[in-house]
């Protein structure tokens, strides 16, 4: 039993109509889910990944309206890392976000590695950019803290990395600034662990024998979660790979309208008033 590498990656925005335009405008990501923060219904979860959704290429946001400026610390995840499929491509996005490392609009770094892996590449369609030269999932995320090796190791990390039956992705680690963090606008809030549709209590099991604190299995709905934190800090996720993005839209119109899942959706009239308007993006 492996984790699947990366399923997703959650974040921070100040500022969701913006943030909708930089990452299907200038990112080239298509917008798959629109929905609200299942533990604070009262803000949005957007989801961005590929064409079809696929875990290893969704980046999520939460909207906290005009929150705080974040910074990255001991026990959080700084940097997102994206593939691309050549060194062609790498020069593309130097023009295109103006250079390679480069930072969203609420100040989320991000870095492109070309791809070594033979996982499929996830892409997204979008007119401007040529899907030789689009970004194609995560490679992995990295850290300020200590490598909790054993702790990653009894979950079955090799040198902060895990490969499952399709793809492999990584944590990496290096030493925090001696600024403490803050939580805010341009911060990753948690990273999730893919995992295969019946394993969800195995997993809780295991990280239990390796000493975390893991939630009960929470039912999302789109994947099934459990949470908890890893020994430096990161909030790690382990979400099952579906029921998936098309389990209640017609794949061919994801994220165009509000999306709740069941239990939440006799709140609608309350929480859809209290949520920015956002721009068309197909």
């Not at 100040?14 to 200038?26: H, K, L, M, Q, S």
């Not at 219904?41 to 946001?61: K, M, N, Q, R």
């Not at 976000?97 to 492109?112: C, E, I, N, Q, Y």
């Not at 024998?209 to 890893?230: C, L, M, N, Q």
Request: proline share 9%; charged share 25%; glycine share 10%.
């Amino acid at each position: 039993m492996r984790l699947d590498g990366i399923h997703h990656v959650t974040c921070i925005t100040a500022d969701a109509p913006r943030n909708v335009e930089y990452y299907t405008g200038v990112l080239g990501l298509r917008l798959v889910k629109k929905s609200v923060n299942q533990d604070d219904p009262t803000v949005y979860h957007l989801f961005y990944a590929d064409e079809d959704g696929t875990p290893g290429s969704d980046i999520t946001f939460f909207e906290y309206p005009n929150a705080r400026e974040g910074r990255a610390g001991a026990g959080m995840i700084h940097t997102v890392v994206w593939r691309v499929g050549s060194d062609e491509a790498l020069e593309f996005w130097r023009e295109r976000a103006g250079s390679v490392p480069f930072t969203d609009p609420d100040g989320l770094r991000h870095d492109l590695v070309v791809s070594a892996v033979p996982d499929a590449p996830l892409i997204a369609d979008h007119p401007e950019i040529p899907r030789e030269l689009a970004l194609q999932g995560f490679e992995g995320v990295r850290a300020y803290g200590e490598e909790p090796t054993a702790f990653l190791e009894a979950l079955g990390f090799e040198d902060g990395l895990t490969r499952g039956e399709s793809r492999q992705g990584w944590i990496s680690y290096e030493p925090a600034p001696a600024e403490p963090g803050v939580g805010g606008a341009g911060t990753v809030h948690h990273v999730a662990w893919a995992c295969g549709l019946d394993e969800q209590e195995a997993w809780r099991a295991r990280v239990l024998e390796a000493g975390g604190h893991p939630t009960p299995v929470i039912d999302r709905f789109w994947f099934r979660s459990i949470y908890f934190r890893e020994p430096t800090g990161v909030l790690f996720e382990i979400a099952t790979l579906g029921p998936g993005f098309a389990a209640d839209e017609d794949p061919a119109h994801l994220g165009e309208t509000l999306i709740l899942p069941p239990n939440f959706e006799h709140l609608r009239s309350q929480v859809e008033p209290l949520l920015t308007p956002l721009p068309k993006t197909r």
